[in-house]
T-cell receptor, first 112, second 115 residues
Framework: LAKTTQPISMDSYEGQEVNITCSHNNIATNDYITWYQQFPSQGPRFIIQ???TKVTNEVASLFIPADRKSSTLSLPRVSLSDTAVYYCLVGGIYNQGGKLIFGQGTELSVKP | GAVVSQHPSRVICKSGTSVKIECRSLDFQATTMFWYRQFPKQSLMLMATSNEGSKATYEQGVEKDKFLINHASLTLSTLTVTSAHPEDSSFYIC???????????FGPGTRLTVT
């Protein structure tokens, strides 16, 4: 399974755009990239998933370059409630049944 | 998005007893479910992959006789912690993969405390 590397922590202020980049150099052809958000004592919450180029939904955008060796989660205009740990995961159905191995994640702290 | 539930949300048990945790996919079918545990300030650690109608696949270092997993239907997987010890105290989280897709959703977690 592809290993992922993210910054351990990031700080931001309310209203700013936050970009969190994840490296996954040995991503496989069938792998998708998925980002989750986790608050303390809660299960991870699905944010966004993509395979290549750009994906956007109501809460975030995901940018994936052509070589797919990295990806960037973009959170527009963050608020205090976006303070959480963000995980980037790589995997797919055909790769060991779709199991996901969590890395250390990025602890985002949003300040007023 | 799809909803995954866990029951109970919190449980306290005495050392030496067994505890069962349920994981249900409420509005979709999940051929495959996963069990994780998470210690304070740490990331999630995958324990096992649970496949409907077959034996679970355990990650290296996870005792299959201690953590019994049953996936009897397309919407329910259970994790039983047998002969629990204080070091088994942790936050247990399940996830369910929507059959035929790459989408995977997580339950809210179960806080197990062994006294």
């Amino acid at each position: 399974l592809a290993k992922t590397t993210q910054p351990i922590s990031m700080d931001s202020y309310e209203g700013q755009e936050v970009n969190i980049t994840c490296s996954h150099n040995n991503i496989a052809t069938n792998d998708y990239i998925t980002w989750y958000q986790q608050f303390p004592s809660q299960g991870p919450r699905f944010i966004i998933q993509g395979y290549k180029t750009k994906v956007t939904n109501e809460v975030a955008s995901l940018f994936i370059p052509a070589d797919r060796k990295s990806s960037t989660l973009s959170l527009p205009r963050v608020s205090l409630s976006d303070t959480a740990v963000y995980y980037c995961l790589v995997g797919g159905i055909y790769n060991q049944g779709g199991k996901l191995i969590f890395g250390q994640g990025t602890e985002l702290s949003v300040k007023p | 998005g799809a909803v995954v539930s866990q029951h109970p949300s919190r449980v306290i048990c005495k050392s030496g007893t067994s505890v069962k945790i349920e994981c249900r996919s409420l509005d979709f079918q999940a051929t495959t479910m996963f069990w994780y545990r998470q210690f304070p300030k740490q990331s999630l650690m995958l324990m096992a992959t649970s496949n409907e109608g077959s034996k679970a696949t355990y990650e290296q270092g996870v005792e299959k006789d201690k953590f019994l997993i049953n996936h009897a239907s397309l919407t329910l997987s259970t994790l039983t912690v047998t002969s629990a010890h204080p070091e088994d105290s942790s936050f247990y989280i399940c996830s369910a993969r929507v059959t035929g897709t790459y989408e995977q959703y997580f339950g809210p977690g179960t806080r197990l405390t062994v006294t």
